[in-house]
């Protein structure tokens, strides 16, 4: 009973310090498959993402120390052996230890799984229908901990009345935001940090303050 207690505790400590560390990047993608608001609370855990994954590392290291150290059994007979883990234990302890490492590392694939696993596939995405005339914003975007980042930031960005669409660049760390012309680039920067970060106006070809 006592090492199925201590499986439970482990287990579910470690995908919860897994997720901790990745929050900021799966945030924004359950956002929009949920249709939620903005999380921009999510991006506020970037700092704390090294703590997270110590303590992950820690957990699992005293998982596997519960499941491999040998402890004495007493049998049917009366007599004792020294045993480790089960099977059962140990097969699970694995299985769970590749959860949390694609849990925790998947600020790195993020980027793959949104199309984006090579910078030029990111700088060449194709614009969204805009209409002829739009006027470009161009903004620096700091902040963004992996590619899922872009997509809570363009979610944000194209909810202002008169912007047509958003591209958000990771690799480059901009943004180039079409609109009407009647778009105050101010509110474009007061919708990133909405989403949890920082903008600076680079290029405004509508008049707007740099």
């Known amino acids: 009973m006592e ?10 400590a470690a995908l919860l310090t897994a997720g901790l560390a990745s929050v900021c990047c799966i945030g924004p993608l359950l956002a929009v498959a949920l249709g939620f608001g903005s999380l921009g609370f999510a991006a506020g855990l970037i700092r704390y993402r090294p703590l997270f994954l110590a303590l992950t590392a820690v957990i699992l290291a005293f998982g596997f ?12 007979d009366g007599s004792c052996e020294m045993r480790s883990g089960s099977r059962a234990m140990k097969t699970g302890l694995w299985v769970l230890t590749a959860a949390v490492l694609a849990l925790a590392t998947f600020p790195k694939w993020s980027a793959c799984l949104l199309g ?4 030029k596939a990111a700088a060449g995405a194709a614009a969204a ?5 739009a006027q470009a914003i161009n903004l ?18 194209e909810k202002l009345p008169g912007v047509y669409s958003a591209n958000v660049d990771f690799y480059a760390g901009t943004a180039l935001v079409e609109t009407n012309g009647k778009v105050n680039p101010q509110d474009v920067v007061r919708a990133v940090a909405a989403a949890g970060y920082q903008a600076k106006v680079i290029q405004s070809k509508n008049g707007g303050a740099q």
Not at 116 to 119: A, I, N, R, S, V
Request: hydrophobic residues 30%; positive net charge.
């Open 3 to 12: 090492d199925k207690n201590n499986g439970r505790f482990v287990g579910l």
């Open 65 to 76: 120390y519960q499941a491999y150290r040998k402890r004495s059994v007493e049998c049917a």
């Open 116 to 119: 984006q696993c090579k910078p």
């Open 129 to 133: 229908s805009v209409p002829a005339g």
């Open 140 to 157: 620096g975007i700091s902040g963004m901990d992996c590619a899922a980042c872009t997509v809570e930031i363009k979610k944000d960005v």
